[in-house]
């Protein structure tokens, strides 16, 4: 596992990203990453410690946010690195030319999180307004290029129903995803969806 930066400049409720965005409102930039070259040369020495390592795993909360930094990034892993790897992604900075240079260089498989089937509730209770149409595109561009989806999903929030369940499995079949990942909700305290949580009864404050 890789980190190449830090910090989200998303807003997902149930993240705890939300509570460090606060605490560091005045700290500088909520977004930092290692230069392109700084990180590959992390990986290659990290390879000489790990030679045995056959995978590497970009462990950000999103990685393909920058088009140029992703483009220098994997001309340069491509040469100097050569291993397959996967990476979290968002949907609409994938398109047919980057799902294609991140394939060249060696990525397999987009790490992707629509949490829910049910709009509404990704937008309004998740803090995620994307569309299924938007992940089911994302996902159709990545197999047209080789590339697996991992995609990852939440149940048992506030107000969802079996049929919101039951749409969660459908987007994750209309995605065709190749792994599909399933998580409890269970946001950590000081986000607004523990806040939302605890006014609905289904946590006890902290």
Do not use: W
Not at 22 to 42: F, V
Not at 62 to 70: E, H, K, Q, S
Not at 118 to 131: F, M, T
Not at 153 to 168: G, K, L
């Amino acid at each position: 596992q890789v980190i190449s930066s830090r910090g989200c400049p998303l807003q997902c409720s149930f993240c705890l990203n939300n509570v460090v965005h606060a605490q560091l409102a005045d700290k500088g930039p909520i977004y930092r990453r290692k230069s392109a070259p700084a990180l590959i040369a992390e990986i290659v020495r990290l390879r000489r410690l790990l030679p045995q390592a056959d995978t590497v795993f970009f462990a950000d909360d999103l990685f393909a946010l920058d088009r140029d930094y992703v483009k220098e990034f994997c001309a340069g892993y491509r040469t100097a690195i050569g291993l397959p790897f996967m990476m979290d992604v968002f949907p609409f900075a994938i398109d047919d030319e980057l799902a294609g240079i991140l394939a060249a260089a060696g990525c397999r498989t987009l790490m992707v999180a629509p949490e829910t089937g049910n709009e509404q509730h990704r937008r309004s209770l998740l803090g995620k307004p994307i569309s299924n149409t938007a992940f089911i595109e994302m996902a159709r561009i990545a197999h047209r290029h080789g590339l697996t989806v991992y995609a990852t999903t939440m149940f048992i929030y506030p107000e969802q129903t079996v049929a919101d369940a039951e749409a969660t499995v459908a987007l994750l079949q209309a995605m065709h995803t190749d792994h599909p990942f399933k998580s409890y909700y269970l946001p950590y305290p000081g986000t607004p969806a523990f806040a939302h949580a605890v006014a609905h009864g289904c946590l006890s404050p902290a």
